[in-house]
């Protein structure tokens, strides 16, 4: 059977369970003609009839009850796949997989992911604090937090979350010791951290 039946497969299934076609076009939104067009096509494609028809009634022949059991089987699990698709689009539930560099994850990441999972219980979180390079979409990740210039990748979606401000300091008894340095290649003489 050819997927893009799924219309006829509405309407037979609609006809039998409300008993008549002018139903079944009620419930579906189409017309009488539409649902009538819609099973023929199943009748020619199956080349089986599937109905018995008279002016006051529908009965299912044989070969109609074997495809009405399994279409409507077909239908009602289509209707749940919307519904776990439509819940899923309320609240977030899985896992989220996130990395980070150690500093940056630990300090400001898990205060945040913590507060942000209490509020979304279906919500689970695989963390990897790490400061070796990640291939995000390689292995997986759905968030990668980083320092510095973002890369050019088309394949991910980068936003600048915030700006850090670099310093040089030292103690004034560290510099009345050492003196100051003068340049930023001076720094390589000085202990640093």
């Known amino acids: 059977m050819e997927i893009n039946r799924i219309g006829d497969i509405s309407a037979f299934v609609a006809s039998v369970k409300y008993g008549s076609y ?17 099973i023929v096509r199943l009748e020619e494609q199956m080349e089986v009839r599937l109905l018995n028809r008279t002016t006051r009634s529908l009965s299912l022949t044989d070969e109609g009850r074997i495809l009405f ?3 409507q089987q077909i239908l009602e699990g289509l209707e749940e796949v919307d519904h776990v698709m439509a819940s899923r689009r309320l609240e977030p539930i899985g896992t989220l997989k996130v ?7 630990h300090r400001y990441i898990l205060p945040i992911l913590d507060t942000f999972l209490k509020k979304w219980p279906g919500l689970k979180a695989d963390i990897s604090f790490t400061d070796r390079f990640v291939d995000i979409i ?22 600048t979350i915030g700006w850090q401000k670099m310093q040089t300091c030292a103690s004034p008894q560290y510099i009345k010791l050492y003196g100051s340095p003068q340049t930023p290649e001076d720094l390589a003489k000085f202990d640093t951290i």
């Open 22 to 38: 002018t139903h079944a076009a009620k419930h579906l939104g189409l017309s009488r003609s539409a649902i009538g067009k819609s």
């Open 69 to 71: 059991d399994y279409c």
């Open 99 to 105: 990395t980070a560099p150690h500093s940056l994850g």
């Open 138 to 159: 390689e292995e997986g990740f759905d968030i990668g937090i980083r320092v510095g210039e973002p890369k050019d990748d088309s394949r991910l979606l980068t936003r």
